[in-house]
């Protein structure tokens, strides 16, 4: 798989969808303070 | 959820969590509402976002692997994990863990290698605080 950012490498800017259903870009969640991105196995 | 119980001391080192979760977001909301899940709940029903972090379908070894059973079960019986609800998700879909800086740079990487292997708090913590210290983020 190309497509596995490791330490020091850009974080990949995703579109996610919000709780009201709109499109956000996890970008926007990282530039203000640093990230935690937790990815689940499933929701439940 | 052990972020949760962790949440004051991520807070404390200036961070922001988000979960990313598999399928509709009318699914986050539920999950997140019935849990009082204090942090942004997210969902990528696409799955693109878990394949741009690398996140692979799992093996059954690593689903299903005789170190999970024992968790499967306490799970069940603690009705932290719904199995019916697993029918609608990729149940193959592994979980993991990012640290991003400031400048969208990736401080912590952690994919599971099963689906029980979960970094500890203190390990997230310490790449946070990391950041800090580095002065720039």
New interface residues.
Partial sequence: ?A???????????????????RH?R??A???????????????? | MQLRDDHARFEEAGATISLIGLGPHTRALVFCDERHVPFECLSDPSQDAYRAYGLDRGSNRQLFGPQLILRYAKALLTKDVEVAKLSGDDYRQMPGVFVIDRGGIVRYAHRNTDVADNPPNDELLDAIRSIRRSGRR
């Fill in positions: 798989m497509n596995r950012p490791r330490v020091g490498d850009p974080a990949p800017d995703v579109t996610l969808t919000n709780r009201n259903g956000v996890l970008a969640r990282w530039r203000r303070k640093p990230l935690v991105a937790v990815f689940l196995c499933h929701f439940g």
